[in-house]
């Protein structure tokens, strides 16, 4: 019986990735965004980048980084440290190249590999999409046993993000 639930939940989650990737992917991408945090590094503890298709031929690029060197603020017991905040202009031969970079991963992938437990509690995802439809990958540490969760693509587009956001990649993940 359990056996068959997880199958079935199995094809359920396979179908509802089709039907989400072919919506995305039948539309123009018009928005992709980045999200890592960790509780490790004190620097880039929590980055966000946010690019944007705004018209149509310009794009936009967003880059908020939150350190926890920060003061504690002892009335609230919660750090006074406000995101770093960066806007970048990107050209449309960058944002295509993102485009392409996101299309060689594969939900499979994402899903089907093994998954470590917490570690350094890195958490990371990419989202990406047009008009209300769109596609997220969520992973925890990607760069723990890359090869052996097929995680080369998801990798490389983050890195590749992370590069036109103006970021060092060996400082982030």
Known sequence: ?????????LLLTIFVSFISLTSAFSQEVRFIELEYSTAVRTDNAHVKVYISRDTHDTYSLRV???SLRSEINPNSLKPEAKPTV?????????????VISLQKIKQADIIGG????LLDGASCSISYGANGTGVTYH???PVYETDKRNLHNFLDAYKLILQIAELDPEKII
Request: charge should be positive.
């Open 64 to 66: 908020e980084s939150l």
């Open 139 to 141: 992973v925890n540490t």
């Open 114 to 117: 093994p998954h470590p437990s």
């Open 86 to 98: 960066k806007k970048i202009a990107i050209t449309g031969g960058q944002f295509q190249a993102l």
């Open 1 to 9: 019986m359990t056996s068959q639930f997880s199958m079935k939940a």
